[in-house]
């Protein structure tokens, strides 16, 4: 028999701050957006509360911060990150096939596990995970991807696993869920479906009109309406290398100096050059964008350019050298910039490239790269960096309630 798991993490960034502040455990507790700009995640202590409203301005809400005592951080993610792949590894040992699905969910194969204690196998995974990571979760399993991701949702609203193969257990649960809370379907596509009177999972089920739901609903619909019925149709994918890579900040005041915004670009050159040269890809284009402020009442502009390279790079002086001059191009001075970033595009493998006729030497700086990455890697994000780079980064985002980096940086280790 076919199944599937799926293993979310319980509010994600708010408990990965949480396993390092443990003041906070009982605590409501939210994570801020880039910029300290809105309220991103909740935890159900939080929620409780009346938080829970997805990208409330956090001067908003201030005054209920400090009347409910709410632990409150800026969002870390390069802690963040590191988390998701110490849970990710894991995940591994418990599944010969493991799709990352997310930052903080993962689907798992259980073909072949028709002999195991399921439910016991997902309290373990549930006890090792917050065992060596601290990090709480749900285990959903079940026959297809679509129905797993239900049981998940029931997990976290019982004992944190819920098992549901039988066709009677889970019709049972598709009864009494929405629609509109299928994975899968969109609120559009809830309307849609609203409209001819399905408004739960199991009324999706045994509608008849396949037809009628295809035309509706595209091929995507009538695969989650199939998946429903415990047919598979979405089989576990490979994790796949990123065929666009993208570094983008709000800056944390508005930018008019044409200096500043050189460094801005220089960093974002310099991270997304890091990521791509990770998974041994080059890329033969680059994309700089520049834009004010879109929420305040003034003359706006956005302004956006690419370069092409004659092969594929994955150098950082490269990279910034031909950002540098997109930025020419594009920056008008007297506005006040509040947003950039850097896109890297037509990434293929590295051994795939097209080389450049005119240029025999393709070394492209593989040995600074990789002496400039392993220190990095060991000290930390940007501790060798190129002087376009800048020191005192004044556009950097406002980050006044961010935690440190306690599993990648030394110097920021969690001290006892």
């Known amino acids: 028999m076919k199944l599937y798991g799926l293993v979310d ?10 396993v390092f502040h443990p003041e906070a455990r009982n605590r409501p507790t939210i994570v801020l957006s880039n910029n300290d700009g809105c309220a ?14 997805m990208c409330e301005p956090f001067f908003k809400i201030k005054d209920r911060i400090r009347e409910y005592n709410v632990a409150v951080f800026s969002s870390n993610y390069t802690l963040y990150d590191d988390m998701s792949k110490r849970v990710m590894k894991i995940l591994a040992g418990y599944t010969p096939e493991l799709e990352v699905y997310s930052v903080d969910e993962a689907f798992l194969s259980l073909e072949g596990f028709d002999n195991y204690d399921l439910f016991e196998y997902g309290r373990k995974i549930r006890k ?14 079940s026959t297809t991807k679509v129905l797993s991701k239900i049981a998940n949702k029931m997990a976290k609203k019982n004992s944190g696993v819920w098992l549901m193969t039988q066709e009677k257990q889970i019709d049972e649960v598709l009864r009494k869920f929405p629609v509109r809370d299928i994975w899968g379907i969109g609120s559009a596509s809830a309307r849609k479906l ?4 399905i408004t739960t999972a199991y009324d999706f089920k045994v509608y008849k009109n396949e037809n009628l739901i295809q035309k509706l609903l595209t091929k995507t619909g009538r695969e989650v309406q199939e998946e429903l019925r415990g047919v598979s149709c979405l089989p576990m994918e490979d994790v796949q290398d990123k065929k666009n890579i993208a570094n983008t900040r709000s800056f944390g005041s508005d930018v008019y100096d044409k200096s500043d915004l050189r460094e801005a670009v220089a960093t974002f050159c310099t991270k997304v050059a890091e990521k791509i040269r990770f998974q041994e890809s080059v890329c033969s284009s680059l994309t700089v964008f520049i834009h004010t402020n879109s929420f305040k009442e003034v003359e706006q502009y956005y302004g956006v350019g690419t370069h092409q390279f004659m092969s594929g790079t994955s150098d950082t002086v490269k990279m910034i050298k031909a950002a540098h001059g997109v930025l020419e191009h594009i ?25 450049d006729l005119f240029n025999p030497d393709t070394a492209d700086n593989e040995r600074l790269s990789g002496v400039v990455d ?25 980050s006044d309630y961010k935690s440190r980096r306690f599993t990648t940086n030394w110097n920021e280790i969690l001290e006892i």
């Open 9 to 18: 993490c319980n509010s994600f960034y708010c408990s990965c701050e949480r």
């Open 40 to 53: 991103i995640a909740f935890t159900k202590e939080a929620k409780a509360v009346g938080f829970g409203q």
């Open 128 to 141: 090792d995970l917050l065992c060596q990571t601290g990090i709480p979760v749900g285990v959903g399993i």
């Open 194 to 197: 609203q409209m001819l009177g």
């Open 331 to 355: 920056y008008r001075p007297g506005f006040a910039y509040k947003k950039g970033g850097v896109i890297l595009n037509q990434i293929v493998p590295k051994n795939e490239s097209q080389l």
């Open 374 to 398: 392993l220190i990095n890697q060991r000290f930390g994000p940007l501790t060798v960096k190129s002087a376009a780079c800048g020191i005192n980064q004044s556009w950097k985002l406002r």
